[in-house]
């Protein structure tokens, strides 16, 4: 249970409520013990009264105080269990609610680079299932084993007290049952883990299916796609067949174990009866006693089983979270940006794919200057705003922000200051209004508005039947891909941040639409820090400064004046790009 250790934070968190919670199960057990034990007493006043030894009268007395015992204890014992599964149950909720925040924080934390090695659908898996089995074991795997454990102590010991020798024959069928539990949770444990693994390939599978529906459907691969999905699923469901078939050996185990208990009860008890050693009322006792412990018994295997199946989990939920960010906000004081931007001399390769994309670039931006960078495709432009949004850490060379070390700026701070437009528009499956509040909560809806006009999209939100409310679908599949890329230009011009980064955001738009967008995105940055990286000469030429990439190289810079009357790429690019115009 070593992965489980991890859960002791929470336990001492909430160790008040457990400590009730276990207080409470102790004290609806003790109820239960009561009722075996005035059926016993009952059972022998009747026997008595058969034997003249006491009369009706008291007979009938003894009946009735022994039911209202019996009753008052059955609901006393049924209440103390309904607070027993308020306290704990909700204990456990709220354990797998900490955990699941624990989690997401660390995915939150975690660089890109994580994110490019690991499945989407392996990291819903461990936050979703893995933890669904977890809370298992801090909620009913607790509570019944203090149930089984409280029972077994006050039931034996009360056993032991009546009947000695009749109480080692009852229990005698246990060890075995402790023993064989043992060997299979060794094999529920190895079992349970391959289970898991298989489910989070198919979470994988069913969410990149899902998302990429229209590319399965334009290449007509549904039936292919159902058969891999049907060999995915067979090997799921053999693995949890070959778990199952484990756990399948369980209750009828307690059932044999519990029989061989109660035939040693019915004989050696009945030779004791004989030889006068117990009264009939023992044996009945036993007999329930037995019998209430079969449930318990049957438990432990239940217990061990989740135990098994939340260690496998837990051990998965682990390795997510041991895992270190490559990034870390080392800075102790808050930033106050102003959006000077300075790359000297700087190499990066990405530590994934172990490509070189950025060999020795320097260049620097002034506050309210824009710099246009333009290249080839893998010529290394988003790699130069990752590193400005530190979603990559520099390896060699410097970048600095405000003649500051960027790994020196509070992290919080430097982002906050940025509004980022990404080559691949992600939108959320929520309405256009507040996708693009995404860049600013406190927004109103008039900001919307204005930042949706000066993304050149107000009109499109016109036409459409629920204007700002209308919902998306998942990842914006709703609206056309110009649409999805003014959406979250929108976004970005709402944040009013300091710099402002545009990543080849207008390729999906029309040049007269791209025209007016660039004209209100003058106005709109005139005070900010800009980077535009474009494939289109169009959408660089007014910038302050423009940097030719090639592979990872600065092969030219310079105005967009300067440029065109240099032979070179750029001149190369603007004249090819002038003739497809003009054709």
Known sequence: MKELRFLNQFFIKYKWRLLLGLIITVVATMFRIIVPAKIGDSVDAVQSSFNGEITRE???????ENILLILGAALLSAFFTFLMRQTIIV????????LKNVVFEQYEKLSLSFYKLNRTGDLMSRISEDISKVRMYAGPALMYSTTTITLFILAISYMAYSAPLLTLYAVAPLPILSITIYRLSIAIHKRSTVVQQYLSKLTTFTQESFSGISVIKAYGIEGRTQ???EKLADGSKEKNIDLTKVQ???????ILLIGASNLLVVYVGGNQYIEGKIDFGTIVEFLIYVNMLTWPVAIVGWVSSMVQQAEASQKRIN???KEQPEIINTATTRTNVIGKIEFKNVSFTYPDTHITALKEVSFFVSPGETLAIIGNTGSGKSTILELITRLYDVEQGSYTVDDIAAKDIDLEDLRNSIGYVPQDAFLFSDTISNNIKFGRKDATDDDVIIAAKNAALHRNIEGFSKGYETILGERGITLSGGQKQRVSIARAIIK????????DCLSAVDTETEEEILQNLGL???????????HRVSSVKNADKIIVLEDGVIIQQGSHNQLINSDGYYKNLYHKQLLEKEM
């Open 248 to 254: 399948a050996l369980f209750f009828p185990l307690m």
């Open 496 to 503: 009013n941040p300091k710099i402002l980064l545009l990543d």
């Open 91 to 98: 204990v456990s909720r709220n354990i797998e609610f900490d």
């Open 319 to 321: 390795e997510f979270l």
């Open 227 to 229: 058969i891999d999905f």
């Open 524 to 534: 709109v940055s005139e005070n900010k820090t800009t980077l535009i990286v474009s």
């Open 58 to 64: 008291v007979l009938k007395a003894v009946l009735l």
